[in-house]
């Protein structure tokens, strides 16, 4: 097993080609101060370029995932603030690369969310792929209660909620229940153990092929955007990328014999 600390805030621990992404800041509910920012985003550079890669568990030491950020350590240094809204060569800022920069792994980001998942925690979850949540859990855009609005990446990551939830409670700030959550499509499932479920479900994502797996996930990501024609087309070609190939053969070749597939 390989661990990486990073800012004494983030900590990663990588075995069996899947990663565990855990913020390390319980008794301020992992708040995003600086190094908590400097941390994720370190973190997110050490994922892209991890050989053997398959999936990531996004999660939260202690009581909650993420309540946001930690407003006060961040206005304690107003020089520092300019630097937020810079945007880079891809026209994306540090802001909206906590959240947007979980794919540049390419691979499934599963999120494990417990307590407070508020602001900036609630952003950078709904850049997953999937959400497990606890049932006690909260969920809230609380960006509005400081005169804000949110914008790290939800323009993009919000795609797939319908405009009106996201309007009410980037207006309102209003906290939202687990059952709620899902209902509303801000998280994928129930747990009472997220945890031990989000792994669950990257070690499942982990035994299939990393070649299916990444054509699925680019499909998803990528159909929104095109019209009925094109998402048939790019159907069709990430399907012939698959078929007759190593990986395709061997998941066959295992199914048929009744063992567990090998990817190398």
């Not at 797939?160 to 980037?170: F, G, H, P, Q």
């Not at 699925?216 to 024609?229: G, N, V």
Request: charged share 25%; with cysteine.
């Amino acid at each position: 097993m390989t661990r990486e600390v990073f800012h004494e805030r983030v900590t990663l621990e990588f075995q069996d080609h899947v990663a565990e992404v855990t913020l390390v800041r319980p008794r301020e509910h992992n708040g995003l101060d600086w190094a908590m920012i400097d941390a994720l985003l370190a973190a997110q550079q050490y994922l892209a370029e991890l050989e053997g890669l398959r999936a990531v568990v996004l999660q939260g030491e202690g009581e909650s995932f993420c309540a946001g950020l930690d407003m006060a350590t961040i206005m304690s240094r107003p020089e520092r603030l300019p630097s937020l809204l810079a945007p880079d060569e891809h026209g994306i800022n540090p802001v909206q690369r906590l959240a947007l920069g979980w794919r540049d792994a390419g691979v499934p980001v599963i999120a494990a969310l417990q307590g407070h998942v508020y602001g900036g925690g609630l952003q950078i979850a709904l850049a997953a792929d999937v959400r497990v949540v606890h049932p006690e859990a909260r969920l809230a855009l609380l960006e509005i209660v400081w005169g804000i609005i949110p914008d790290m990446g939800i323009s993009v990551t919000g795609e797939t909620i319908r405009s009106d939830v996201l309007r009410e409670l980037a207006w309102t700030g209003r906290k939202v229940s687990a059952e709620e959550a899902v209902a509303l499509g801000l998280a994928t499932r129930l747990a009472d153990d997220p945890r031990r479920t989000a792994r669950d479900i990257a070690t499942a994502v982990a035994a299939r092929s990393p070649r299916a797996v990444a054509a699925a996930r680019e499909l998803f990501i990528r159909a929104p955007a095109m019209s009925e024609r094109e998402r048939l087309a790019l159907e069709a070609s990430l399907q012939r990328g698959l078929l007759g190939g190593e990986e395709q053969l061997e998941a066959v070749a295992a199914r048929m014999a009744g063992r567990e597939p090998r990817f190398t």
